[in-house]
């Protein structure tokens, strides 16, 4: 008789960690507040006992539901190494869990969530962190299951887009300046020969801003300046959608801030870092500089992102610094559109913000 009574226990306990709770609407919550100092290294086809009894609770909410999650929680740290749909499921529990993947580590940056498991969209290659909390203050026992399946990579979307403070698009304007880099004019504005004419989100080029757009590039050293720009908490994160084709390590360019109307200029690196060093000689304007260089890039118009945090509170202006040696000529540098923005006002000066930017180029 015994025997048949924990055995009903448990499974009215099983049944009812597997019951839907009610839709809750996430609430505001202090931030940051997870601590992944002791996370469980987890991997693709992992299998994990877990246990949150005397668990530290540091987390009472996530930002994608509003769950009362005060049981401890218990932390596995994933990393992707490739595009990948995550799954996790949670086995055995003994007592109503939930499990939550968040994109860092912080309770506000949830991605999914599921009371039994879930399955995630295609994720970009970085670190994620799977946590198990318990509902309602629960304690006990269960068991995770991940596996991984490869998937096709998602276009990032470079910087966050929710506001957006300027947008220059070339296929429209064509306001620009030019400033001389050691070497002689190239910049140029109107319909492009020999480069795609379909540009990220697939907008077609009627326009661009590019190295001599009627043909091949030539010896040359001059800067394409736009601005000015204030940078702000909204405005902080400039995406740049382009495309380059040039001799590798000779020719190409660097984008490059200047707060003084374009007296002085301070090189800014992509989230992804430039192609590679240009030739010490090589071009004028680029020796010895990180470039945009070569043609890994020649058949598509791609995006790449940059922090402006280091500027906010001042008005800049932007720099398109390109430079080409004597020898060996290919379509070159153009530019389809900037856009500066951010998605809210804190993002700048959180490291997690930017450290999901960069993730993304891994």
């Known amino acids: 008789m015994r025997y048949v009574l924990i055995t009903l226990l448990v499974l009215a306990m099983a049944l009812s960690a597997s019951a839907k709770k009610d ?47 005060s049981g401890g929680e218990i932390v596995y740290e994933l990393v992707l190494d490739d595009c990948y749909t995550v799954t996790v499921a949670l086995l055995d529990m003994t007592a109503d869990f939930d499990a939550f993947l968040l994109g860092s580590c ?88 020999g480069i795609p004419m379909v540009a990220c ?25 736009i601005g000015p720009f204030e940078i702000t908490d909204y405005c902080w994160c400039m995406e740049l959608c382009h495309f380059y084709d040039t001799e590798s390590g000779y020719d190409g360019g660097y984008v490059a801030i200047s707060t003084d109307g374009g007296v002085t200029w ?22 010895g500089m990180e470039i945009f260089s070569g043609h890994q890039y020649n058949t598509a118009f791609l995006r790449d992102c940059f922090n402006l945090t280091q500027y906010i509170g001042q008005t800049v202006h932007v720099g398109f610094f390109f430079g080409a040696d004597s020898s060996i000529f290919y379509p070159g540098w153009y530019i389809k559109w900037v856009k500066i923005g951010s998605d809210e006002p804190s993002s700048p000066v959180e490291e997690s913000s930017w450290g999901t930017i960069k993730a993304m180029y891994r």
């Open 106 to 193: 912080d309770e506000a940056d949830c991605i999914i969530h599921g009371d039994t498991g879930f399955t995630s969209e295609c994720l970009l290659p970085g670190t994620y962190y799977i946590v198990v909390d318990g509902y309602n203050g629960a304690t006990g026992t269960w068991n995770l299951e991940i596996t991984c399946e490869l998937c096709d990579c998602p276009t990032p979307p470079c910087c966050p887009s929710l506001y957006t403070c300027y947008d220059i698009d070339f296929n429209i304007t064509d306001v620009f300046m030019t400033q001389e880099c050691l070497g002689g004019p190239i910049w140029d504005w109107g319909v492009p020969v």
């Open 266 to 287: 301070t090189p800014v690196a992509p989230a992804r870092g430039y192609d590679t060093l240009g030739s010490s000689y090589g071009a004028p304007c680029i020796a």
């Open 23 to 69: 839709w809750v609407e996430p609430t505001t919550m202090s931030r940051g507040n997870l601590d992944c100092t002791n996370a469980v290294q987890a991997f693709c086809g992992g299998f994990y006992m877990g246990d949150n009894t005397n668990a530290p609770n540091n987390v009472e909410a996530y930002g994608c539901t509003g769950w009362t999650e």
């Open 201 to 225: 989100d697939d907008v077609p080029v009627t326009n661009i801003l590019g190295t001599n757009v009627a043909g091949d590039y030539f010896e040359s050293g001059e800067a394409a300046v």
